[in-house]
């Protein structure tokens, strides 16, 4: 037979508030990495210093904030670098998107 244990914290109003705070001040710190990684260009660990000594946060934490933020933002890289290709070749080559462009808009008896 299996039982089930739960436990109840008793907390004050002021403790039970602190995990919204840290939660909030994490969400705050990945919002400024993105924003300053995103103005300043480089990498996540380039404000490495600057974090620790803004924040008082330990090179575990940051290197959480790094990890998540890092994806992002050379996700977003890459997806910048595909749309400035994609417009050079559209820029470049006219013609052939003018003709693929005719044949979407075409009435249905003249694409046969």
């Known amino acids: 037979m299996q039982s089930t244990l739960q436990t109840r914290l008793r907390l004050s109003d ?12 994490y969400g705050t ?14 990498k996540a660990n380039s404000h490495k210093t600057e974090f620790y000594r803004q924040y008082d946060i330990s090179a575990r934490t940051f290197s ?3 990890l998540g933020r890092q994806g992002l933002i050379d996700g977003t890289r890459e ?9 050079a070749k559209a820029i ?12 979407q808009i075409a009435p249905p008896d003249l694409q046969r």
């Open 29 to 42: 710190m990945k919002h400024k990495l993105y924003a300053r990684v995103a103005a300043d260009g480089g």
């Open 92 to 103: 470049h080559h006219p013609g052939a998107q003018l003709s693929a462009r005719r044949v």
């Open 14 to 25: 002021v403790d039970s508030q602190l995990p919204n705070r840290i939660a909030g001040l």
């Open 79 to 87: 997806l910048i670098h595909e749309e400035h290709r994609s417009l």
């Open 64 to 66: 959480a904030l790094a």
